[in-house]
């Protein structure tokens, strides 16, 4: 068993979070706003698993002194965002591909940060060629699917995309002679353009050994979204076309028409 502690505000989005997630490992304490220390039915239930990792998302200092005892806090941000990658990557931690000591695919790698970042989509064929790519380079794949999932979950650590390279190792470049059409609507805006943003590995080398993930970012209803194209081996030169679909937005989440 896990805890994620939240301030009694966010409990609702809280709850929504652990649902959307299909958690079942995990318990929702709510810290009332009247309370400077956890009660007594809190504290029975903390006592009977000792030493369990939690969460704690807006906690003053008080309760969560009452609570430190009891529980290991692994993950604190000071607010509680739907959104937030690092907070949904310790909810699902259990299926860390990264425990197994071996990169995942590039299609699993952006299959699971699609999965864990509402505001991260892609395009219909956006991994049909992913698991082309030179097995030695799933590694820039996944570090760029974990760097995209931040973009669009608005982490305000990432910095600038022309300073990725220097601070994560992932080069990106805004044009060049591959470029991809697109659509996309959430919530009744729609919004069409062409995109040569990339993330990219290799030059002059052999296409497997050169990926690319074309990507583009844009803000629909009020929605951050971050938009991947292709995510493969170099493609030839010129402009493809990709529809990313049709969404409503439910609260706080993306829902495909």
């Not at 939240?6 to 929702?28: F, G, P």
């Not at 002679?177 to 990219?200: A, C, I, P």
Request: glycine share 8%; charged share 25%.
């Amino acid at each position: 068993m896990r805890f994620l502690f939240v301030y009694e505000t966010c409990a609702s989005k809280a709850r929504s979070l652990i649902s959307e997630l299909l958690l079942t490992d995990v318990e929702l304490v709510i810290a009332r706003r009247d309370e400077s220390k956890a009660g007594d039915a809190v504290l029975e239930i903390l006592r009977a698993h000792r030493g369990a990792e939690a969460a704690a998302c807006g906690l003053n200092r008080k309760y969560r002194r009452s609570v430190q005892g009891y529980v290991t806090f692994t993950v604190e941000p000071k607010k509680f965002r739907f959104e937030d990658q690092l907070l949904r990557q310790w909810l699902v931690g259990g299926n860390d591909e990264s425990d197994q000591g071996e990169p995942a695919s590039p299609r699993d790698a952006f299959t699971r940060a699609e999965a864990l970042t509402p505001c991260l989509l892609l395009s219909e064929s956006a991994l049909d060629l992913a698991d082309d790519v030179d097995p030695s380079r799933w590694p820039f794949i996944a570090r760029s699917a974990d760097l995209l999932s931040r973009l669009a979950a608005d982490d305000p650590q990432l910095g600038p995309l022309r300073n990725w390279e220097q601070q994560f190792g992932i080069s990106f470049a805004a044009n060049g002679q591959v470029g991809f059409s697109y659509s996309v609507e959430v919530g009744g805006d729609r919004w069409s353009s062409v995109t040569y943003w990339h993330l990219k590995a290799g030059d002059r080398t052999w296409p497997s050994n050169a990926p690319r993930i074309y990507f583009a970012s844009t803000t629909l209803a009020a929605k951050r979204l971050v938009l991947v194209a292709y995510v493969g081996p170099h493609p030839r030169n010129g402009t493809m076309s990709v529809d990313f679909g049709r969404f409503d937005v439910v609260g706080d989440t993306l829902v495909e028409r």
